[in-house]
């Protein structure tokens, strides 16, 4: 197997907090792994479509993770080789919320 495509970054605040990490610290072990799974699929195999990776708008991708009975979303950009991990949040809804997208958004223009 060849090495990764990209290489994984967690946005990090001014603070130095990591959202996305944080997020990820608070599941269940087998839901992280599942998730982490997922991004490691994206690193390796980058560009990827449905159903695992849709194109939210441009420079803004999501990772899907399906586990038992819950969506996971993980919101992410790519810059310069790198995927940054900018949002992580449980879909509860059909589309994603619009809060959600803003906080991405936000995170994505601070890189």
Known sequence: MSGPILSVKFFHTEAGNEPVRDFLRDLP????????????????GWPLGMPLVRKMEKDLWEVSSHLERRIF????????????????FIKKSQSTPQPDLEIARARKNQL
């Open 29 to 44: 072990p087998e839901d992280r792994k599942i998730i982490g799974t997922d991004i490691k699929e994206v690193q390796f």
């Open 73 to 88: 979303r993980v919101l992410f950009t790519v810059v310069g080789g790198q995927m940054v991990l900018l949002h992580a």
